[in-house]
Every structure is written in C-alpha cells, then in structure tokens.
T-cell receptor
Framework: GQNIDQPTEMTATEGAIVQINCTYQTSGFNGLFWYQQHAGEAPTFLSYNVLDGLEEKGRFSSFLSRSKGYSYLLLKELQMKDSASYLC?????????FGKGTRLHILP | DSGVTQTPKHLITATGQRVTLRCSPRSGDLSVYWYQQSLDQGLQFLIQYYNGEERAKGNILERFSAQQFPDLHSELNLSSLELGDSALYFCASSVDYGGGTEAFFGQGTRLTVV
C-alpha cells in the first residue's frame, strides 16, 4: 500500500514557524513531494526529496528520512498567504499518490 | 500558469449522463495523470498515461475511461453519472513517468451532477 498520514489541520501565527509531518509506507518508495493547494485551486509544487536530509528553498524546507518513512515540511516567517492545504505525496512506480493534506490556518 | 490546460472549467449535468473532460499537457511533457478531488477529500489517483500508453491505474471506476492521443492531449470520459461523481477533476503532466519528475497541475474541471 501507499498509506500516507499527515495531520488534518494545524494553526499557527503570522511570523512564526510551523512543521507539517508526513509518514508513509516505505515499500517501493521512489521520492516524496510536497504541494501547496489553496481552496478550489490547482496544487502547486513546493519540493521533492529522494535522498535523506534537508532541502531548503527560501522560507520552505523539506526533510526526508527514508528508513523511518518520515518527512516534514517546515515553513518559516509565516505569512497570511500561506493559509492553504499542504499535500504530501509519494512516488511509487509510475504513480504519484497524495495524502489527504494538512489544512494550515494562519492567525494574525 | 502551469502550462497545463483543462476544459471545460465548469460542467453541470444530470445523473445518468456522460461527459468528456479534456487536458492538454505542458509542451514537451509526455506523461498525463488524472485525479479526482471530492469535497474535503484528498486527491484520488485515477489513471496515468505516458506517450499514448496507459502506465498506471488507480481506483478508477469502470464507468470511467481515459485515453491519450498522438498529439499527447488526454480525455477522461465519465458515463452513467451519479451524484457522488460531483468533484474537481485535475489533470497533471510531467516530462517523464519516474524519478524526480514533478507533476504540474491544470486548474481543474469542476463537475456538478444534479
């Protein structure tokens, strides 16, 4: 299977840091994506990890531990526009399978 | 703009009807994915094509079918529609079908079955 688990909702304050965790089944794993999706809009690509470690891209960073089947997305200096759903997705064979997403609420 | 074009943007139809959703991938992308997203649900993988051939299948109903044409555009056909088929249908494309190739999403087709 490709069970992907991430929290349903999280709340954070503008200017703060938030970490969104994702766990997945490791069999056949071939890479992990994070996407951002605003309500009713298309998902947009944030990051891709295939090797262990931290990938930093501006205010967003993504971490992967393949042995633990674990990833997180770290968002720094939160802005109101970061209010969205964050989707963890894994690639297995030719499929890209998405988790249900974490809805992030930003408070002023 | 991701470069992936989906038409129509909105579609309202009655139960029992059949509809066709269309997707044009980004220029140069050979792989097309279809996803269904119902209210408060995640993206459910339906099917994937690469250069005209079916590569992977997800939980796609038998009432649904898809194909990718020689010009690489793809169509998703939904028949005998039910109320529960109301959802956002996304198409995504990527250059390849493996490795680190990210998928770029179209704006989706919102299907409402009444």
């Amino acid at each position: 299977g490709q069970n992907i688990d991430q929290p349903t909702e999280m709340t954070a304050t503008e200017g703060a840091i938030v970490q969104i965790n994702c766990t997945y089944q490791t069999s056949g794993f071939n890479g992990l994506f994070w996407y951002q999706q605003h309500a009713g809009e298309a998902p947009t690509f944030l990051s891709y990890n295939v090797l262990d470690g931290l990938e930093e891209k501006g205010r967003f960073s993504s971490f992967l531990s393949r042995s633990k089947g674990y990833s997180y997305l770290l968002l720094k200096e939160l802005q109101m526009k970061d209010s969205a759903s964050y989707l963890c997705a894994t690639r297995k064979d030719d499929k890209i399978i998405f988790g249900k997403g974490t809805r992030l609420h930003i408070l002023p | 703009d991701s470069g992936v074009t989906q038409t129509p943007k909105h579609l309202i139809t009655a139960t029992g009807q059949r509809v066709t959703l269309r997707c044009s991938p980004r220029s140069g992308d050979l792989s097309v994915y279809w996803y269904q997203q119902s209210l408060d649900q995640g993206l459910q993988f339906l099917i994937q094509y690469y250069n005209g051939e079916e590569r992977a299948k997800g939980n796609i109903l038998e009432r649904f079918s898809a194909q990718q044409f020689p010009d690489l555009h793809s169509e998703l056909n939904l028949s005998s529609l039910e109320l529960g088929d109301s959802a956002l249908y996304f198409c995504a494309s990527s250059v390849d079908y493996g490795g680190g190739t990210e998928a770029f999403f179209g704006q989706g087709t919102r299907l409402t079955v009444v």
